[in-house]
């Protein structure tokens, strides 16, 4: 043989060596694909051996020593896996090729898994002026979160001294939408005036050591600005609240003694049991009077715990507490996501209301320069602002709609009469032209 014939095939066999080596080199490089990436940065490298819905179980390598870790599926951010195809590389024209990596979808930083037999708590704070601080928004995704997570009870922490009616209407309708999906409870620190209508949609009403529950009688502003008592309105409301009262297992006379100055309620007890009443016809003669009829009702603690008519906590106002109060043995805490929640739908609602404030002050400057003859060499500029912030106004007043406030809505509607105006900016614009084809 032909010496150089010789090398050429030797050259050409030892890079077919060289390839194959180059391949396994490669196979090697990849055969351990998988990867866990956790939530702090860390990256675990190795072969997973397991996947549950509470940890990931990976052969890998730390500081050189091969090892099994378990992780927290909450603390994992992401897993990729991925592997050589089977098929061995025979050649540099036909290698071994990867199969594409599969990245797991990135999960719920805030889920939380809920153990077997237990039950979830997931506490939800009501702090501040409805209408200010406290918004249905807030409610809504927090009752939200707590379905896709499996939370079995939302506790609403209460701490108010009332507000915006339409704050409490549109959270008691937020409410009821998860009525029979997830167990409500209602714990008062203190809650007066419109702050006690979400209570009676509660499962359960819970006062704290020291808490106030009552006095939500409605007042109104009469044509001097000054407030006064509106009784039609707040038999209406009370009414309502009954109903809602009556379905919860709650006693109806104390939401009228808490909003209609004229009702009352006595206490009396039949075979060991409080029984109650609005009138003291009928009654034993030794009858207690809770509240009579020359004052609305704040019920306390000390009353709660005496007559039954909502549940106590006689110790401590803590989670803990409450959940021994209500007779929940295994529970686990779902965090403080309600917390951070709430906070954050409360900074939204009042970026929309302030806006919303600040239009409609603005469309009434506007309005007010727009029928001043004195303005009329301004008047075409002012009804084209007055276009712009009634489209404005329309648009706040459907993110509104969106952000759980249909009741909201109605009040701004009542300000600011939205087909009158549009109307009315057409005729003036178009009486404005007329006077400007006419001439001086």
């Not at 990245?103 to 702090?127: D, S």
Request: charged share 25%; proline share 3%.
């Amino acid at each position: 043989m032909n010496r150089s014939k010789f090398k050429s095939r030797q050259s050409l066999s030892v890079l077919r060596i060289v390839a194959a080596a180059s391949a396994l080199c490669v196979a090697s490089a990849f055969a351990i694909s998988d990867e866990i990436i956790m939530r702090d940065g860390t990256v675990y490298t190795g072969t997973i051996v397991s996947k549950t819905r509470r940890s990931v179980e990976i052969d890998t390598q730390v500081h050189g020593i091969s090892t099994r870790l378990k992780l927290d599926r909450r603390s994992v951010k992401s897993i990729v896996t991925g592997d050589l195809q089977t098929t061995p590389a025979t050649d540099t024209d036909n290698p071994a090729t990867l199969l594409p990596k599969v990245t797991e979808p990135v999960e719920n930083p805030n889920k939380v898994v809920k153990r077997e037999g237990y039950n979830l708590l997931l506490e939800v704070p009501l702090k501040g002026t409805f209408g200010k601080e406290i918004y249905p928004l807030g409610v809504a995704h927090s009752l939200e979160w707590a379905t896709e997570n499996e939370v079995t009870d939302v506790v609403f922490r209460i701490d108010s001294g009332g507000g915006a009616v339409w704050a409490a209407m549109d959270m008691v309708d937020v409410m009821e939408q998860y009525k029979g999906k997830i167990k409500m409870h209602m714990l008062i620190e203190s809650s007066i005036s419109a702050s006690i209508w979400p209570s009676f949609t509660c499962d359960t009403i819970t006062m704290a050591p020291g808490s106030d529950f009552g006095g939500a009688v409605a007042y109104t502003q009469n044509s001097s600005g000054s407030a006064e008592v509106d009784l039609k309105l707040n038999g209406i409301w009370a009414a309502k609240l009954e109903s809602a009262a009556d379905a919860n297992g709650f006693e109806s006379y104390l939401v009228r003694a808490m909003m209609l100055s004229k009702s009352s309620i006595y206490a009396y007890q039949e075979d060991g049991e409080w029984k109650f009443s609005d009138t003291t016809e009928g009654l034993p003669k030794n009858y207690e009077t809770i509240d009579g009829p020359d004052s609305v009702l704040t019920l306390t603690a000390k009353q709660a715990i005496k007559y039954g008519l909502v549940d106590a906590m006689p110790d401590g106002k803590s989670l803990e507490d409450f959940a021994a109060a209500q007779g929940i043995e295994k529970w686990d805490n779902a965090g403080d996501i309600g917390h951070e929640i709430i906070e954050r739908d409360t900074e939204k609602a009042k970026k929309l209301l302030a806006r919303l404030e600040s239009t409609y002050r603005s469309f009434i400057v506007e309005s007010n320069i727009a029928t001043d003859r004195n303005y009329i060499s301004t008047l075409g500029s002012s009804l084209q602002t007055m276009r712009k912030q009634l489209g404005l106004y329309k648009r706040l007043l459907k993110d509104a709609e969106e952000l759980y406030m249909p009741s909201m809505i109605e009040g701004f509607a009542e300000r600011l009469d939205i087909d009158f105006w549009e109307n009315e900016i057409e005729t003036r614009m178009a009486e404005l032209r007329r006077m400007r084809r006419r001439g001086p």
